[in-house]
């Protein structure tokens, strides 16, 4: 089977850094994506990895390890406009292109 | 960037009718388009893939003749959810791949469908 695994909720305070991390199994592995989502809104894409190591786009960024089915989204100078959604999707191509999302990782940011 | 949009953003219907649901590539040709579903505090649940002029993929546990998919040219995909009932009342979200990229996905902005 395939599943996804983040944490539910992380709290933390503005200016401050945070990891939210992700586990996954998975077949026909492609690659692992960050997605932000606001409350009422659509996705967003943050970020995407398909080979191991660090990822950086501005404030965040994307760390993949495939020998270890383990990423991490790491945020830095938080901003209370953080405050959101974001999910973890494996990308696996197994007759056919898909993409599995976590069940998200609520992230409050707090003055 | 590629835009993708959904019409319509939000629908009331009442129980037992149909609602159509349209997905359209701006600026791009979409060669494969993804819906989702996504219920209050839930993650995203894909339903189904469609590929142009052919038949969409259904995910283990959609009925495909609940939700019918028509993916009917590179730009537009549609979702139908036919007799709906207010179990199906979610946040419906479709994305799209030009084909080049096949692990990018532009997201629409979503349809909140809600029966009564």
């Known amino acids: 089977g395939q599943s996804l695994e983040q944490p539910s909720e992380v709290t933390a305070v503005e200016g401050a850094i945070v990891q939210i991390n992700c586990t996954y199994q998975?077949?026909?592995?492609?690659?692992l994506s960050w997605y932000q989502q606001h409350d009422g809104g659509a996705p967003t894409f943050l970020s995407y990895n398909a080979l191991d190591g660090l990822e950086e786009t501005g404030r965040f960024s994307s760390f993949l390890s495939r020998s270890d089915s383990y990423g991490y989204l790491l945020l830095q100078e938080l901003q209370m406009k953080d405050s959101a959604s974001y999910f973890c999707a494996v990308s696996r191509n197994t007759g056919g292109f898909k993409t599995i999302f976590g069940a998200g990782t609520r992230l409050f940011v707090k003055a | 960037g590629a835009v993708v949009s959904q019409h319509p953003s939000w629908v009331i219907c009442k129980s037992g009718t149909s609602v159509k649901i349209e997905c359209r590539s701006l600026?791009?040709?979409?060669?494969?388009m993804f819906w989702y579903r996504q219920f209050p505090k839930q993650s995203l649940m894909l339903m189904a893939t469609?590929?142009?002029?052919?038949?969409?993929?259904?995910e283990q546990g959609v009925e495909k003749d609940k939700f019918l998919i028509n993916h009917a040219s590179l730009t537009l995909s549609t979702l139908t959810v036919t007799s709906a009932h207010p179990e199906d009342s979610s946040f419906y979200i479709c994305?799209?791949?030009?084909?080049?990229?096949?692990?990018?996905?532009?997201f629409g902005p979503g349809t909140r469908l809600t029966v009564l």
């Open positions: 998975t077949s026909g592995f492609y690659g």
């Open positions: 600026d791009f040709q979409a060669t494969t």
């Open positions: 994305s799209a791949s030009d084909g080049h990229h096949t692990d990018t996905q532009y």
């Open positions: 469609s590929n142009e002029g052919s038949k969409a993929t259904y």
